[in-house]
C-alpha cells in the first residue's frame, strides 16, 4: 500500500518535481513542503473523525453537580505541519460555574496555541539557544513562524513542570524517607557541587551546580547534573537523591569534589560524611597565588617563586611544613600582608584532611573538580550567561531545569507527562 500511495504522489506532483529535478537540494525541499501540506491535511482529517472529548449529554462535576454539554467550540492550534481547527466538546456547570473541555488535557494541549509536537521542538532548540535563535531555526527546518514570545511562554510552563516534579520528589523523600532507585552500580562514583551567578531582574544570582560521573563495566563515561537556584539546604537534598539514583549507596568508593566553602563542606557533612572530600587542587592553588600576588605584586619572579615552593609542599603532602611555614612568616607582615597570610593558613588549615593530594593520588583519585567547573558553564553559562540576557527568576529556573532534564536524558519521561496540560 504504501508503494501504491508513493506512486500516486509522484505522478499528482510530477510537474513541480520535474521542475527542480536536476537540483537535489530543491528536490529535498519540494518533497518536504508536499509532505507538510499532506501532513497537514491529514491531521485535520483525522482529529475532525474524532469526538474529541464528547462523553454524552451530561458528565459529573467535582462540585457534585453536573456538566451539560453545551457545544464543540473551535480551536486553533499550531503544529508543525500548519494550522488546523479542532472543535472540542464544551461542559458546563450551572451549579458551580465551572466549564470542562476534556480533550485539551486528555491531548496534552495547554493554553498557549501550540501542539505538543510543536511546544516539543521549540523546548528543545531552547535548551541550547535564545529563543529568537530558535524562532528562526523553527521557520527554516519547519516553515513554521512561532513568536520568541510564544517560544518563551511553552519554555517556562514545561520547564516549570520540571521543577514541580524535583520538588515533589524532595518532599516525597523527606516524608517517606524512601530513596529513589538505583539506576547505576559504579566502582567509584565522584560527586561535585559548585555555583557560578546569572544576572536576573534585580542583580547577580547564584546558581548552584553539582555534577555526579562515573565509569560504566564498559569504562564508558557516565554524567548527571543537578542545578537550582535554591538554597544550599535545598540543593543538598536534591543532590543527595541524584546520588541516589546514580549509585552512591552502591558504589564502591564515593569521592566528594569541591571547593572547600562553607556551604560544600557542610553538604557533605550532611549527606555525603562516609565519602572522601577532596578541596579541589585547582582551588588551592589558587588561594595561594592569591596570597602570593598580595605579597610581592601580580606577575612578579618573586610571586612564582614563593608559591611554586608552596605549591609544591600541599602536592606532596607536606600540609604540616607548610602551615608552619605561614605561620612563622606572617610574623614580619603587617596590613593587607598579614590578613592574606592569615586568610592562607586558616584556609589550608580548616581543609587540611582534605588536601593530602599525595594520599589521593596515590589511589588515582581525580584531584581537580574540572568536571562540574566545565559543568557550570556548559550547563549555566552557555544557555543563561549568554551576551546581554537578563532572567527573571521564573525563567531562569524553568530553563536551567529544561536543560538538565535534557541532559540528563530524561527528556521522554518528561514529555510523557503531557507538561503542556499540567
Known amino acids: 500500500m504504501i508503494k501504491e500511495i508513493i506512486e500516486q504522489l509522484a505522478e499528482s506532483f510530477k510537474d513541480d518535481f520535474q521542475l527542480v529535478q536536476q537540483d537535489f537540494g530543491a528536490l529535498e525541499q519540494t518533497v518536504q513542503e508536499k509532505v507538510w501540506l499532506l501532513g497537514l491535511g491529514l491531521i485535520q482529517r483525522l482529529v475532525d473523525a474524532q469526538p474529541n472529548g464528547y462523553q454524552g449529554s451530561s458528565t459529573s462535576c467535582p462540585c457534585g453537580g453536573s456538566m451539560r454539554f453545551l457545544q464543540h467550540r473551535s480551536r486553533n492550534v499550531h503544529t508543525t505541519f500548519g494550522w488546523i481547527k479542532i472543535k472540542r466538546a464544551y461542559y458546563h456547570c450551572n451549579d458551580c460555574g465551572s466549564s470542562l473541555v476534556p480533550y485539551d488535557r486528555r491531548s496534552g494541549l495547554g493554553p498557549e496555541h501550540i501542539s505538543p509536537g510543536l511546544a516539543k521542538v521549540c523546548c528543545l532548540l531552547a535548551v541550547d539557544d535564545s529563543f529568537e535563535a530558535v524562532c528562526g531555526k523553527v521557520q527554516q527546518f519547519f516553515g513554521q513562524r512561532v513568536c520568541d514570545d510564544s517560544i518563551q511562554q511553552v519554555v517556562h510552563r514545561v520547564g ?52 555526579i560521573w562515573w565509569e560504566d563495566e564498559r569504562f564508558d563515561a ?31 568508593e564515593v569521592v566528594y569534589l569541591g571547593d572547600g566553602a562553607g ?4 553538604e557533605h557533612e550532611r549527606h555525603f560524611s562516609k565519602a572522601v572530600f577532596i578541596v579541589d587542587w585547582y582551588h588551592a592553588s589558587q588561594h595561594i597565588w592569591d596570597c602570593g600576588k598580595v605579597l610581592f605584586g601580580e606577575g612578579t619572579d618573586a610571586t612564582k617563586r614563593w608559591v611554586e615552593h608552596r605549591r609544591g609542599l600541599l602536592w606532596d603532602g607536606w600540609t604540616r611544613r607548610l602551615l608552619n611555614d605561614l605561620r612563622k612568616q606572617h610574623q614580619k607582615y603587617h596590613g593587607d600582608k598579614r590578613k592574606a597570610m592569615e586568610a592562607l593558613y586558616h584556609y589550608i588549615s580548616i581543609n587540611e584532611q582534605q588536601m593530602r593530594y599525595d594520599v589521593f ?38 530553563t536551567l531545569a529544561l536543560r538538565i532534564t535534557w541532559l540528563n536524558k530524561r527528556w521522554g519521561q518528561l514529555w510523557s507527562q503531557k507538561p503542556l496540560a499540567a
Not at 387 to 396: D, E, V, Y
Request: hydrophobic share 30%; aromatic share 8%; charged share 30%.
Open 361 to 398: 593520588r596515590t589511589k588515582g583519585y581525580d584531584i581537580g573538580s574540572g568536571a562540574v567547573e566545565a559543568g557550570c558553564r556548559h550547563v549555566v553559562g552557555k544557555r543563561l550567561k549568554q551576551s546581554g540576557m537578563i532572567w527573571s527568576r521564573a525563567g531562569s529556573s524553568a
Open 222 to 252: 557516565n554524567k548527571r547534573y543537578v542545578g537550582c537556584f535554591e538554597d544550599s539546604e535545598t540543593f543538598g537534598w536534591d543532590l543527595w537523591l541524584e546520588g541516589c539514583r546514580c549509585g552512591v549507596r552502591e558504589a564502591q
Open 263 to 266: 556551604w560544600v563542606r557542610t
Open 160 to 211: 516549570k513542570v520540571a521543577l514541580q516534579q524535583q520538588d515533589k520528589e524532595r518532599q516525597r523523600f523527606l516524608a517517606d524517607k524512601q530513596t529513589p532507585h538505583a539506576q547505576a552500580n559504579p566502582k567509584r562514583l565522584y560527586i561535585s557541587p559548585d555555583g557560578t551567578t546569572v544576572r536576573e531582574d534585580d542583580g547577580w544570582h547564584e546558581a548552584k551546580l553539582g555534577c
